[in-house]
């Protein structure tokens, strides 16, 4: 059994394991001063929504709920009908990992899932899966969900996205995109968050927060407010509109104000590339996927990672395509990646 003292302070099993950063509890905090409107009604969270709308350069509908699979499967329910159908990348967390809420919250709309290289959707992918059938027997495809950054932390370029929306478009479909990671994938790309959203055809983005820092809390925006009729009334239902919602929405305005979120994303990412650097470095050691975001998918002999689950890492092996997936957060420190690293190469083979 490892020695508790010996333990690592950081862990890479998921940026979720990080705590909350200083800028969003102290928004949190200040927001907890006398008493004020409930259930949405109160200032922070009329300026956080009116802050999004601004950096997303659209006049958007927001809501916030509490938890990303909440976000995506309410969204995608208010796209789709119980006959309705969503293609999502079989790697997707829609469908690995959010335990069939898409279809309870759709009350049965079916995910079709697709294949794709390095975890993302193609306008051929799509076009397949919603071409195999088209009769009254098989539901209807309505919603491609797209993942971003990705389930293997890639991420879509605008042109990518832009595609797959046109091809949407042609058939009749809407587009969604699960953006746990939104943060890191436009800290990555370098375009302003509209350039990979709305401009290039996404109508609801699940923008997500919880990995950015905040305690807890997903922003769903629509970019077609047309979309969102009576969607207050699905959060209500599900259990999703927060009685208090300034604690939901405040910390947003701790992160948003000088581009706290793009500097903690940045960061996050930089550390994915410190470790990636390293890993290339040990022999048996094989990257996956390409490091474009915060998250390292690494091939390491089994005896590799018997010997850091001994040391005390924690990481996960059952996400994505297989092998070992690293994450790094907004508070990940380089002094973590460095010891993990030495104790991967103290642990390879000779």
């Not at 996927?289 to 690494?298: A, I, K, L, Q």
């Not at 070992?324 to 991967?344: I, K, Q, Y």
Request: net charge negative; proline share 6%.
């Amino acid at each position: 059994m490892p020695d508790p003292l010996m333990q690592p302070t950081q862990h890479f099993a998921s940026d979720n394991y990080a705590g909350v950063c200083p800028e969003a509890l102290a928004a949190f905090v200040a927001a907890n001063a006398g008493h004020a409107p409930a259930y949405g009604e109160d200032d922070w969270t009329r300026k956080v929504s009116d802050r999004l709308r601004e950096l997303f350069e659209t006049d958007a509908d927001v809501y916030f709920v509490f938890n990303g699979t909440a976000a995506n499967s309410l969204a995608l329910a208010s796209l789709c009908q119980s006959y309705h159908s969503v293609v999502c990348h079989e790697l997707a967390h829609v469908e690995t990992d959010e335990c069939g809420g898409p279809e309870f919250f759709s009350n049965g709309s079916k995910l079709l899932p697709a294949h794709g290289a390095q975890g993302k959707l193609t306008p051929a992918s799509v076009l397949e899966v919603i071409s195999r059938r088209s009769d009254i027997h098989y539901p209807k495809p309505r919603v491609v969900t797209l993942t971003q950054s990705t389930e293997v932390g890639t991420v879509y370029r605008p042109a990518e996205v832009a595609a797959i929306s046109a091809c949407a478009r042609e058939h009749g479909l809407r587009v969604h995109m699960d953006g746990a990671r939104f943060a890191n994938a436009v800290a990555s790309l370098g375009v302003a968050p509209a350039e990979i959203t709305w401009k290039v055809g996404v109508d609801v983005l699940c923008f997500g927060g919880t990995k950015m820092g905040l305690p807890v809390g997903e922003a769903v925006v629509f970019f077609d407010r047309r979309l969102s009729e009576d969607f207050a009334y699905r959060c209500k239902q599900s259990g999703q509109l927060a009685s208090k919602m300034r604690f939901l929405s405040a910390p947003w305005l701790g992160i948003l104000e000088d581009e706290v979120w793009l500097k903690h994303a940045r960061h996050a990412n930089a550390m994915a590339q410190r470790l990636a650097s390293g890993l290339m470095q040990v022999p048996g050691a094989r990257l996956m996927f390409p490091v474009e975001s915060n998250g390292v998918f690494c091939e390491l002999p089994p005896a590799v990672l018997d010997g850091l689950r001994a040391r005390g890492w924690r990481f996960y092996t059952f996400i994505g395509a297989g092998g070992a997936r690293f994450m790094c957060g907004w508070d990940t420190l380089p002094a973590s990646v460095d010891a993990l690293l030495a104790d991967v190469r103290a642990l390879v083979p000779v």
